[in-house]
């Protein structure tokens, strides 16, 4: 079972590398929001702040390098890239899941990454579907000590664990596990959907039990059915992932229910953020905090530099984002107006209707 679990993890890294796995149709919603352009935004662009506190640690921008891979010689070059440059950077970075790692411990190496990041803010990550197959606090508290984590990611993947031949599709009465490991464990544990959307029913239970913070991890990103399709050699199961190849919440949509029923929690977005101005309207969306893995996936199989390049790409986008909607710091970004239904803007005029 481990070393099927390692093949998995480098099945899934191929794939997001060589293949077209984007939601077929759905997006991430965000393109339904546009930030109110001020053409004089009183402040200057160095004087914007994107600074902000998360768990006690203070990010040089809302961003976060969601979590993508480990168990495998190839998930540790990728693991050790993005953590460098996620130092270099100032912000916040996931782990794959560490269930390799604790049933193989010479897996561990792959994702030990504080040998290059030792003051990053830094998520250890396990499927908290394994509550109910044996794993315990104890488990999870091995899982943070092997890295040196700051909190934990428990990720909920129910579709995905459905598509997979091998998948664990025991989910019942796992809240109630949950809430035992909020309890007992060392660190803050955030729960994540991986990529179709948290529910605001969903999001009440997770805070109900205990979570510090939940990342919505809505569609229109990655479609984790179409790398299950790819991964998947039964017909049958082919066919039935790509039924669900268009299944889930968007980011967008899943953001603003989930923020709307819980307004205090800490609330990470994810799920097809590729730019700055994504991640801008996050934030006046209600995010704390927003993510991105495919775009810095892409780079770290090149390089740390390339994944640093890619980041502050991102920063320079947000910043300008902010800039040009006259907020000067993350704040002002959430102020009532500065964020618009794109079909409240008056409809465009053809050309042959222009004046």
Not at 36 to 43: I, N, R, S
Not at 87 to 108: D, K, N, T, Y
Not at 165 to 177: C, F, I, P
Request: with cysteine.
């Amino acid at each position: 079972m481990p070393e099927q679990h390692a093949q998995r993890k480098a099945d899934h890294i191929r794939i997001n590398l060589e293949e077209d796995v984007s939601f077929p149709n759905l997006t991430t919603g965000l393109e339904r929001y546009r930030l109110v352009h001020q053409a004089l935004p009183e402040l200057d662009l160095d004087q914007v702040r994107m600074d902000i506190e998360v768990l006690d640690k203070v990010l040089q921008a809302p961003l976060l390098i969601s979590s993508m891979t480990g168990g495998t010689p190839e998930a540790e070059r990728i693991n050790l890239n993005l953590a460098e440059a996620a130092e270099a950077a100032g912000i916040a970075m996931g782990l794959g899941s560490q269930r390799v790692a604790l049933e193989q411990p010479e897996h561990a190496r792959t994702f030990q990454v504080r040998r290059v990041a030792p003051n990053m803010l830094l998520f250890a990550n396990l499927g908290a579907v394994q509550l109910n197959r044996g794993y315990t606090v104890d488990h999870c508290q091995r899982a943070v000590d092997m890295v040196e984590a700051d909190a934990l990611i428990l990720h909920l993947n129910p579709l995905q664990e459905a598509l997979q031949a091998e998948g664990d599709v025991h989910w019942a009465g796992l809240a109630r596990k949950i809430e035992h490991v909020c309890a007992k464990l060392s660190v803050p544990v955030i729960a994540k959907e991986v990529g179709w959307g948290v529910s605001p029913q969903t999001a009440r239970l997770l805070a109900n039990v205990g979570v510090a913070a939940i990342d919505v991890a809505g569609s229109g990103g990655t479609s984790w059915a179409e790398v299950e399709f790819h991964r998947a050699q039964d017909p049958h199961l082919k066919r039935l992932a790509r039924e669900f190849a268009d299944w889930g919440i968007p980011t967008a949509d899943s953001l603003v229910m989930v923020r709307d029923a819980l307004p205090d929690i800490p609330l990470f977005a994810s799920g097809g953020l590729r730019t700055g101005v994504d991640i801008a309207k996050c934030i006046a969306l209600g995010a704390d905090l927003a993510g991105i893995a495919s775009p810095f996936l892409k780079a770290a199989a090149i390089s740390a530099e390339a994944v640093y390049e890619e980041i502050q790409a991102v920063m320079r986008s947000l910043r300008v984002a902010m800039f040009v909607s006259g907020a000067g710091n993350l704040n002002a970004l959430r102020d009532y107006g500065r964020l618009i239904r794109v079909d409240k803007f008056p409809p465009a005029r053809s050309r042959s209707n222009a004046l």
